[in-house]
């Protein structure tokens, strides 16, 4: 193939070679900060683990850095966000609280900050459905608190 095609064969290995190295880089994306922990104080199994890995793929951190992140889930609910003429659900409402402390070089720099994000997801009597909803919503909501801390890491100075 190589003989009968010398140029295409190596337009795709440049093609290859520089595919490998491109990647989209999001210069608003917080970069100096060294997220030490992740944690989760509700009764939701999972949190803490969902929302370190939605952090570490969209945030960028570098270990020891100088200026610390902690993460928490402060608060997480569920409830019926709209009922059916019937009385029955027909969508539930997820609401989490995410707090985050970033402690600096210095000892007197320390900045807060909070966030509530929500997710709705479709209410079903089918108890395996309703289960597969509530998982994704549950990990949609985490991706969104992600990306909000992120941001709130970005406005601050």
Known sequence: MTNRYPGIFLVLLVLLQAGC????VDLSRPSGYDLVSVRNTTAEAGLARMLEEEMRRNGGFRESSAERLSVTVSGFNESVESVSSSGSPVRQKLTMEVAW???G??????TFGKKVVTRSYP???DTSTLDWNRSAA??????LAARSVLEGLGRQP
């Open 21 to 24: 190295a491109y990647r989209f």
């Open 101 to 103: 402390k970033v402690e």
């Open 105 to 110: 070089s210095k000892s007197a720099k320390v």
């Open 123 to 125: 209410y079903s009597k």
């Open 138 to 143: 549950v990990r949609l909501l985490t991706g």
